[in-house]
């Protein structure tokens, strides 16, 4: 992995961490309901990458959408969000990150790609740090909540897939973004009756949207053209660590033991697979997803 593959990685994954924040605090304050959150970050994150490709749209033709990647973006942002309307955040993160596991090194196997002994310990061991650190208070999880979590996961899984095999990161996500708007907007619209929207929750959504999400998802298409299907899929197994580390920074959370024991094991884990070689890897376009 090179420097800059290596520096946008960290960017994306810092980026992901932050949404999870802004949602933590957006939703669980009851600042704004689920619906209007993902509305507005959808919005957002559409109209600031608009702003930046639309002097490029009008030197020339815009490129055509891909409407897998839009429908898997709208998807994710839908099942996301009204699964945390049932479920907890730490099985929530379970169910999620380990179904983008399971699609991603499923298709990366499928399209070759191979991990060593090492590499798949370095992966048990950055799974179990994430079991770990979200364990506390974990319960059977709502049926119909966990189904949408694991379909978030799916739609993620692939979307980031699809996402390796775009020319123009910047082009390509704000075409994801503005495809998804009418898609997300329409799933919003049968709870309009319910929405709550506070000032605070309006502009913690915005700033979701346009940064973290937009310009993340940005950064991660950019990262994913350096990155195989299984260490992109390895690697956001460090969001929930960031995340919570984050919450000790900027939320006042304690850092407990537990943190910092699931924190070196999850990230300890990451660094192992990271510093495996592929034992052999075929470029995805050939297993389907170019």
Known sequence: MTARIAALTFIAMAAFAANTLLARRALGADLIDAAAFMSLRTLFGAAALLLIVLPKWRRRARSAADWRSAAMLALYMIAFSFAYR???????????????????IAAALAGGERFSIVGWSGLLMAGAGLVYLVSPGLTAPDPAGAALMGLAGVAWGFYSLLGRGGADPVEGTANNFLCAVPLVVAAALPFIDDMRITAAGFGLAALSGAITSGFGYVVWYAALKGL????????????????ALGGVVWLSEALTPRL???GVATLGGIGIVLAQRTIRSVPLARAGYE
Not at 89 to 101: K, S
Not at 228 to 243: K, N
């Open 260 to 262: 910092l024991i699931a």
């Open 86 to 104: 049932s479920v907890g955040a730490g099985i929530g993160a379970v169910i999620f990150f380990g179904v983008v596991q399971l699609t991603m």
């Open 228 to 243: 195989s299907a299984g260490r992109a899929a390895t690697v956001q197994l460090s969001v929930p660590v960031l995340s």
